[in-house]
């Protein structure tokens, strides 16, 4: 069983930059992946990130070169750095836990409540 909390969502300018962590309580959280998706309004839930748990990634191809997934396994703890934020990337912010380092949601058993970043042109 993993709970998964997310933080430091907020509202930035365009060109800005901010990081979302998210902890996780659970003794098995190095096993997982951990991926982020997120949900613009009047959109549907898409994939953004995934590390595995030996540390490989995957990105969106909207977000290559801006955004940066990371892992601390000592604090339990998932990272998405992003930097030159854009409008678009405005959405909820959901990381998840997984099995293996996939980019659809059906592969994740585990979800957090997520958190709202504003982009503002």
């Known amino acids: 069983q993993v709970q998964l909390v997310e933080s430091g969502g907020g509202l930035v300018q365009a060109g800005g930059s901010l990081r979302l962590s998210c902890a996780a309580l659970?003794?098995?959280?190095?096993?997982?992946?951990m991926g982020w998706f997120r949900q613009a309004p009047g959109k549907e839930r898409e994939f953004v990130t995934v590390?595995?748990?030996?540390?490989?990634?995957a990105y969106t191809a909207s977000v290559k070169g801006r955004f940066t997934i990371s892992r601390d396994n000592a604090k339990n703890t998932v990272y998405l750095q992003m930097n030159s934020l854009k409008p678009e990337d405005t959405a909820v912010y959901y990381c998840?836990?997984?099995?293996?380092?996939?980019?659809?949601?059906?592969?994740?058993?585990?979800w957090g409540q997520g958190t709202q970043v504003t982009v503002s042109s």
């Open positions: 998840a836990a997984g099995q293996n380092g996939d980019t659809r949601q059906e592969a994740y058993g585990y």
């Open positions: 590390i595995t748990w030996r540390g490989g990634t």
């Open positions: 659970g003794r098995t959280f190095s096993s997982y992946a």
